[in-house]
């Protein structure tokens, strides 16, 4: 199955002769997969996994392209399956209905999954969503939101006479997800009216180099975004910088607001890149093995005890694959979209909650770890302990 490397950074289009290499991982299956059968799961592609930055924007990436096509074709996530998204995304509605008129309001999502937040938008704007995924096209309803099953570009822009035509443009991780990624900017810059706003919401960079999480780390997060880095790719473009905001979601999210300008802006001086923080990643990444939840875990395998893991997420088949050796007997999660299928390479079962009633673990890894809180407290039946490798302890 094929992959490419990127040719150039994928936020501002300078040449790949521009990398600084940070973190070469183990060779990974795609973090999004999950597999119908054990024997699928047994031959699943692993790629190489290389972290680079930019030296002109600052952007850190992965090196390796896997094709959109192989990526998102069936894609296994549906943030209305999640409750901490639910509340995020009910939020952010309502903050974003605070800041523009009840009515006459033109706004698009890029990556709106399954309309999530989309629905929860004032039902007299008009509200369209870019995503090219099947859970996407499942997501539209009667009287919803318009839907454009394809991907945000340019001549998509064109195509749909959307030229400086909308009020507002809004990306909820999703950035971390596009290959060409200046395109996407230059779409949202030919789309958005002067004066008009682009809500950016992405993984905080330098909170996942501050927590060391080296799970969030795979081939479908593309890109790594920083304050810095952003500012950089988008002002070139048109965009002003209005506001910075952090949120815990996912263990650390930037939400930015630009504002849509008649012409380039200039890059303010200052901006911080976190680039001494890399080091403490990696060698977290490099000793994994060494950490008190895997000597817990492995303890107890030794002594023949049940292990289970909470969250089939992206996260988990990181972890799991990076540590196979854990031998997991069950991995539980709450979607539709995952349970009855199994983590690619490694093969662990993913099931419903009731199992770990059924089938008692000795321990219970949260690989979830960013919906920690949730978890344990939707499942107080639970009698063995709780453990999780990042976040809080």
Known sequence: ????????CRGCHAPDTGFDPLLAMDPMPL????????????????????????????????LEDVPDRLLYSEYNYASSTVPGLVRHFTGFAAHLASQYPASGVTYLEIGCNDGVLLRQLPPAWRRIGVDPSDVALRGVSPGGHELFNQPFTPDLVRQTGLEGRVDVVSGSNCLAHISDLRQVFEAAALSLRVGGHFWVEVHDLQATLAGAQWDTIYH?????????????????????????????LHGGLLRIRMRRESGPQPIPAGLEDHREDVGRLAEAYRNRRDSAAVRQLLDLRKAGRTLAAYGASGRANVYLNQIPELGFAYIIDESPLRCGRFIPRIG??????????????????????????????????????????????
């Open 31 to 62: 973090a999004g997969m999950f597999c119908r059968t054990p024997e699928a799961a047994a031959i699943a592609p692993c790629f190489p996994l290389t972290w680079i930055r930019c030296q002109q924007c600052g952007l850190v990436q992965v």
């Open 348 to 393: 662990t079962p993913i099931t419903p909650p009731a199992r770990l009633l059924g089938e008692p673990a000795a321990a219970c890894l949260v690989t979830a770890w960013n919906y920690r809180d949730d978890i344990i407290r939707k499942n107080p039946d639970h009698r063995g302990a709780w453990l999780t490798a990042f976040g809080q302890p």
């Open 1 to 8: 199955m094929p992959h490419t490397l990127s040719p150039w």
């Open 220 to 248: 479908e997060h593309k890109a790594e975004w920083s304050e810095a880095a952003l500012i950089r790719c988008l002002a070139p473009l048109g965009f002003a910088w209005v506001s910075t905001d952090r949120l815990p």
